[in-house]
DNA sequence: ATTCCCCTGAGACAATTTGTCGCATGGCTA
DNA sequence: TAGCCATGCGACAAATTGTCTCAGGGGAAT
């Protein structure tokens, strides 16, 4: 595929941070977009994060979703108050439409399923609303995936509390942490 | 438990526009939100929805992904050109993280896989982002519920045939036979 | 009529997943 | 500090699934 690049920017090495509490999948993802002609920071919380922010927000990022315990969404929401402008890609191994939602919600400009690739990236950056054709699978989530979903979503709307949300559900709450472990079903 | 009301509102019944090919689907909704108090109007494809707006543009509107061969997506953003203020959601049988980012991205206000219910329709125009304090979940589906109610759905849609479905749904064809063979209770 | 092909119901048994309990930890509040 | 609740996780039994297999029942093409 062609390499779609960011040639257009006024900048010459746009400023991209990256907020991921695995440390190795930060780094290989810095190095791929240093390459990419970025000037990337890594950080590992939110703390870390917003620290690293206080001088100079960045024009790019990328935050995973599941940050240890704390949730990447609040950190989309800090950015974008510090920055409007700030373009933000959520990434996370544990996808959902819920949390895809409330992403785009609090201002992400894209939101992809792990595992991604430095191209995908770009793209998800380069994207404007509005500008694909997204062709409308002709086939229903499977029942795997329909109750991950389904769960996702009400565990949002109860603020991630999963006592709250087993009972609800009417499910024990074991069976939940277990469920929630898992990565959701491959599509 | 409570209903979530929409007494705030300035208007006694404010208007509502469901578009879905799906008819009887349609009716249903259409009783159960006249029930809310809205004042409810039905469309089945996006020409028919439009020249609906042409007098006056409703103040809520349900829109399904998947209208014959037309993508509901369009019509969330004409709804929204033609008027900021619509609250929208987007309702859909084929649920993807794709066409949801899509359309938080176009406006819409909340993406719903079906099997919904109005309550849940109700705590979508409620909802704003970020904010899960209000949590006033109405009495969600169980998982068993929601599963039972999604097999269904794909089973009809496949003129009942257990083999497809359970190739469909991504499960062992016993094991939908075992389900199948059970009652539907279980809330 | 016979052969395919696909659907269906159902038994048996192993592989997994859940239901239950229990326990330790940590935050919050009276 | 005690009481309450949420959370993570180990362990073991109970229940559900995954697999395989067999025995029909149409329907369509030969």
Redesign the interface.
Known sequence: MNQISLEDCAEENPSLLIVDDDTVFCGVLAKAMTKRGFQVICAHSIGDALSLCESAVAEYAIVDLKLSNESG?VLV?KLKTLDQGTRIVMLTGY???AT???A???GAT??L?KPVDADEIMAAFERT??D?E?S?????????R??W???Q??L????NNVSVTAR????HRRTLQRKLAKRP?RE
Chains 1, 2 share one sequence.
């Open positions: 969404l929401e996808a959902s439409i895809a939602v409330e785009i919600k609090l894209h939101y399923a609303s509005g694909s997204l409308i699978s002709a086939n229903p989530l499977s029942v795997g329909l109750e979903e389904y769960i979503r009400i949002s709307e109860n603020d609800i559900l009417n499910m079903v």
